[in-house]
């Protein structure tokens, strides 16, 4: 069974400081791997969907790798600010209908 | 662009009432879910459909049902609620097959049942 683990729970650091959260995964047989971000009390936004056979996605600040072989991704946000405070969650799709498991996640705080 | 809709956003219930959350999307997605959030343990797969007329279970299917008789609409109904099933409960759908597509979700309904 796909084990998703999101390591730390939580993260707070100084505004302007580079972000980097990890992901790791058990099963190296993934169709794709999901960042998602989460606001107190709202649904889940997507921020970076990295392919099967892709090693990284880019998107603004926002850059995400993916090693299949060791199974890991980070995620890296360059200069956080106080408007990245969320909380960060990756998901790995398991087959190719869409289904996804999650990590718990992990909580970051931005101090100004 | 509605996107995912989910209703209601908050709903509380005693033991042993029934209920149905409801999930619609405009966006021509094949691949539906509804997932539960739970402290500390990440987003859990209920129920998924690949279309209409198809529906199947995820990781913790007991205690709720589903139906897909619409590609837009992918009810979730609580058949004899339990505190148990105190959560935040998400639909979110996407186009199936390629690994491409990313999942959109709603915004939730956080359910209380005492």
């Known amino acids: 069974k796909q084990e998703v683990t999101q390591i730390p729970a939580a993260l707070s650091v100084p505004e302007g400081e580079n972000l980097v959260l990890n992901c790791s995964f058990t099963?190296?047989?993934?169709?794709?791997l999901q960042w998602f971000r989460q606001d107190p009390g709202k649904g889940l936004t997507s921020l970076l969907l990295?392919?099967?056979?892709?090693r990284e996605q880019t998107s603004g600040r926002l850059n995400a790798s993916l090693d299949k072989s060791s199974g890991r991704s980070t995620l890296y946000i360059a200069a956080s600010q106080p408007g990245d405070s969320a909380t960060y969650l990756c998901a790995v799709m398991t087959d190719s209908w869409g289904k996804l498991q999650f990590g718990a996640g992990t909580q970051v705080v931005v101090t100004p | 662009n509605a996107g995912v809709t989910q209703t209601p956003k908050f709903q509380v219930l005693k033991t042993g009432q029934s209920m149905t959350l409801q999930c619609a999307q405009d966006m021509n997605h094949e691949y539906m879910s509804w997932y539960r959030q739970d402290p500390g343990m990440g987003l859990r797969l209920i129920h998924y459909s690949v279309g209409a007329g198809i529906t199947d279970q995820g990781e913790v299917p007991n205690g709720y049902n589903v139906s897909r008789s619409t590609t837009e609409d992918f009810p979730l109904r609580l058949l004899s609620a339990a505190p148990s099933q105190t959560s935040v409960y998400f639909c979110?759908?996407?186009?199936?097959?390629?690994?491409?597509?990313?999942?959109?979700f709603g915004n939730g309904t956080r359910l209380t049942v005492t």
């Open positions: 979110a759908s996407s186009y199936k097959g390629t690994g491409a597509s990313p999942l959109h």
């Open positions: 099963d190296s047989a993934i169709y794709n």
């Open positions: 990295i392919q099967s056979s892709q």
